[in-house]
C-alpha cells in the first residue's frame, strides 16, 4: 500500500510562483510513475504533469513553459514547480503515484487571485 502526502499549495497573486511537493512513503517497489492533475471550479479533473521512472516528463500543453516537474527518486518525492501563475491555474492539485495501481494524494488547493 502505498500513502501520499502533498503539500506547497497556497494562494499566490498572478504571476507568482509555487512548488507542490508529493511524498510517497508505504510498501514501495518500484513507482513507474508520478504526477500530478488538476480540478478547476466546474470542471474535470485533468493531467498536468508526470514523470517516469526513467525520467521521461510529460507537461500539458496550457502550463508549457510555466510549470515542471521534477523527481527526487531516493526520496519518492515528485515536484511541481509552478510559475508565472494566472487566475486559470486555481484548482486543487491531486499528486498520482503508479504501481501494481494508482495511488492517489489527497489533493492541495492553488489558488491564484490579486
Known amino acids: 500500500q502505498v500513502q501520499l502526502v502533498e503539500s506547497g499549495g497556497g494562494l499566490v497573486p498572478p504571476g507568482g510562483s509555487l512548488r507542490l511537493s508529493c511524498a510517497a512513503s508505504?510498501?514501495?517497489?518500484?513507482?513507474?510513475?508520478m504526477g500530478w492533475y488538476r480540478q478547476g471550479p466546474g470542471q474535470q479533473r485533468e493531467l498536468v504533469a508526470s514523470i517516469s521512472n526513467e525520467g521521461i516528463t510529460y507537461v500539458v500543453g496550457s502550463v508549457k513553459g510555466r510549470f515542471s516537474i521534477s523527481r527526487d527518486t531516493a526520496k519518492n518525492t515528485v515536484y511541481l514547480q509552478m510559475n508565472s501563475l494566472k487566475l486559470e491555474d486555481t484548482a486543487v492539485y491531486y499528486c498520482?503515484?503508479?504501481?501494481?495501481?494508482?495511488?492517489w494524494g489527497q489533493g492541495t488547493q492553488v489558488t491564484v487571485s490579486s
Open positions: 498520482f503515484a503508479d504501481q501494481s495501481g494508482r495511488t
Open positions: 508505504g510498501t514501495i517497489f518500484r513507482l513507474i510513475a
